[in-house]
């Protein structure tokens, strides 16, 4: 998988961020719980129906923060294992 370069991940994540703040997660779907980085079992439950209050970025690395006191680290890919339904 081609990795992104740092002024790429920040386009990513500001456009993420128009996206993602302020709404609601409402369901996870997670396709591979290991691809790189290990998915916890509770994953879901733990930001299911969470509002995302705040993105950082930090390297390549995107954090989204929850307002469940949930920090979900992601590193910044062209593909992803979980998709995020939002309201």
Same mark, same amino acid.
């Given at each position: 998988?081609?990795?992104? +370069?740092?002024?790429?991940? +920040? !386009? &990513? /994540? %500001? !456009?993420? @961020?128009?996206?993602? #703040?302020?709404? !609601?997660? %409402?369901?996870?779907?997670? =396709?591979? =719980?290991?691809?790189?980085?290990?998915?916890?079992?509770?994953?879901? /439950?733990? &930001? +299911? %129906? @969470?509002?995302? *209050? @705040? #993105? /950082?970025?930090?390297?390549?690395?995107?954090? *989204?923060? $929850?307002?469940?006191?949930?920090? $979900?680290? =992601? /590193?910044? =890919? *062209?593909? !992803?294992?979980?998709?995020? #339904?939002? @309201?």
């Amino acid at each position: 998988t081609k990795m992104p +370069e740092l002024p790429e991940v +920040e !386009t &990513i /994540k %500001n !456009t993420v @961020s128009k996206m993602l #703040l302020g709404a !609601t997660i %409402n369901k996870v779907m997670v =396709r591979q =719980r290991k691809f790189r980085q290990l998915i916890p079992m509770d994953f879901e /439950k733990r &930001i +299911e %129906n @969470s509002k995302v *209050i @705040s #993105l /950082k970025r930090i390297a390549k690395y995107m954090l *989204i923060n $929850t307002d469940n006191k949930q920090t $979900t680290k =992601r /590193k910044v =890919r *062209i593909c !992803t294992n979980f998709t995020l #339904l939002l @309201s």
